[in-house]
Nanobody, 115 residues
Framework: VQLQASGGGLVQAGDSLRLSCVVSGETSNIYTMGWFRQAVGKEREIVAAIKWRNDNTNVEDSVKGRFTISRDNGKKTVNLQMDTLKLEDTAVYYC?????????WGQGTQVTVSS
């Protein structure tokens, strides 16, 4: 499985971005996909997750009410709509299977929020 995240960029605080992740390859063993982020000097953390076969989602408290995760199984994509961005949302964002055993990490997409 290959993961290709895109949609990042440089925005101002309060702006919105929509990230997309294309999942290439066999997806039958995916149960939950997640969006993760890693800021400079910090560990990678999960931001939001979505079940691959139903609409159950989970969003971390730090982004709740601002970020929305969705998926399109036909297109094998997982999206992250990010609204009301804050400076602390600046990070490299990745998608991956939300399980103990993850796929090989892709390059991620940089999100930079300026004041």
């Amino acid at each position: 499985v290959q993961l290709q995240a895109s949609g990042g960029g440089l925005v101002q605080a309060g702006d919105s971005l929509r990230l997309s992740c294309v999942v290439s390859g066999e997806t039958s063993n995916i149960y939950t996909m997640g969006w993760f982020r890693q800021a400079v000097g910090k560990e990678r953390e999960i931001v939001a997750a979505i079940k691959w076969r139903n609409d159950n989602t989970n969003v971390e408290d730090s982004v709740k009410g601002r970020f929305t995760i969705s998926r399109d199984n036909g297109k094998k994509t997982v999206n992250l709509q990010m609204d009301t961005l804050k400076l602390e949302d600046t990070a490299v964002y990745y998608c991956n299977r939300n399980s103990v055993v993850k796929f090989l990490w892709g390059q991620g997409t940089q999100v930079t929020v300026s004041s």
